[in-house]
């Protein structure tokens, strides 16, 4: 397995519990895709966005820790593109630390 990040933008406007709703769907997609999440937070509450994503200018940062391997997340990456309560996201695969 792989590790991997995963770094996605909601808007900063919506309640708590709205998005405790679009967190929980974003992990549903990860079990759904057979991945496991290894560590969630919060990255930013409220911050200011370089542009605007359909008249939104400010968005909730949530980073997560995924171990997974390459299908599933090319299954996530389907599945956040056609979610509409998720503005933005960003999936990189984190290279082990190389022993010298």
Do not use: C, H
């Not at 770094?7 to 549903?28: F, N, P, Q, T």
């Not at 969630?40 to 980073?63: C, H």
């Not at 599933?72 to 309560?85: D, G, T, Y």
Request: hydrophobic letters at 50%; aromatic letters at 8%.
């Amino acid at each position: 397995m792989n590790k991997y990040e995963l770094v996605y933008i909601v808007d900063a406007r919506l309640s708590d519990a709205e998005k405790g709703d679009v967190a929980k769907l974003v992990a549903d997609m990860i079990a759904k895709a057979g991945g496991k999440i290894a560590n969630a937070a919060v990255w930013f509450e409220r911050q200011k966005m370089s542009f605007p994503i359909g008249k939104v200018i400010e968005g909730t940062y949530y980073l997560l820790s995924v171990d997974g391997n390459p299908a599933e997340m090319a299954k996530l990456r389907r599945e956040l593109q056609i979610s509409e309560r998720v503005l933005r996201f960003l999936i990189i695969r984190v290279e082990p630390a190389k022993v010298v």
